[in-house]
């Protein structure tokens, strides 16, 4: 299977800090936000290639990241994806993103799973992949807590077995405290319905909305992520997940 790491958007929300450097290059405990990422997705057997996406104005400092942690897992196997953009005003979206990559580096050929390089999980995610292979589509749930918190991400409702009976992108009333986070498993015979889904002209930004639209069409299944999770989007989310990483750090 191949790993698409999403590392594309420029995090105005965290300015000065991301103004030199991409957000999951950020350090969080002590190491970047997209490592995080990687050390709980290597234990993953089968991996093929790691593919990172992202900008015109960062690729460099990804190409230069890459050979650093390739030193250290030499297992796994890098390619920086420049989808072209240099601002806000003309990036792709996180979906038109997985839909440049995929048809660009032709990857219908094998399993995917995608993965926001923001997207902080504290555990190894290797069941995550044994258990989604078995199914067209997976995406990882994690109850944040209140209705509230709910309100800025997802809400997702299933059925008895875990298939997605209900998806709304920023819910007004939730029906409950989980969330689907940016970690995704989409078995290669439905790598083809993201062409479909952007030529239909939908919306080419937040990865939840190709959730939305494919759950109706496909068995979609849910994961509930172990441990901490923690979602970077504002400078104090950053000093809370520094603070709660710092127990997850191996000494």
């Not at 939840?208 to 068995?219: A, F, K, N, S």
Request: zero cysteines.
């Amino acid at each position: 299977m191949n790993i698409l790491i999403l590392a594309a958007g420029y995090a105005t929300r965290l300015y000065p800090l991301t103004q030199t450097k991409a957000k999951p290059l950020l350090e969080v405990a002590g190491k970047p936000m997209v490592e995080w990422v990687l050390d709980n997705l290597a234990p993953i057997p089968d991996i093929d290639n790691v593919f990172v996406v992202t900008n015109n104005k960062f690729a460099k400092d990804f190409e230069v990241w890459a050979d650093e942690y390739t030193r250290r897992q030499p297992k796994l196997h890098f390619k920086i994806i420049n989808d072209g953009s240099t601002s806000d005003a003309d990036k792709l979206g996180a979906i038109g993103d997985i839909h440049f990559t995929v048809n660009k580096e032709n990857l219908f050929d094998k399993d995917l799973i995608i993965v926001a390089g923001d997207n902080l999980f504290s555990e190894p995610v290797a069941e995550f992949a044994a258990v989604a292979k078995n199914h067209p589509a997976t995406i990882a749930l994690y109850d944040v807590g209140s209705e509230e918190e709910v309100k800025k991400y997802n809400n997702i409702s299933t059925d008895a077995e875990g298939r997605i009976v209900a998806f709304e992108e920023k819910p007004a009333k939730p029906t409950s405290t989980r969330s689907g986070i940016a970690l995704y498993y989409y078995r290669k015979d439905v790598l083809p319905l993201i062409n479909t889904y952007v030529e239909q002209g939908n919306n080419p930004d937040q990865p939840g909305r190709l959730v939305q639209w494919l759950y109706p069409q496909v068995d979609f299944r849910t994961w509930e992520v172990p441990g901490t999770w923690f979602d970077i989007g504002s400078k104090e989310t950053l000093e809370e997940a520094n603070e709660a990483f710092k127990k997850f750090v191996k000494a």
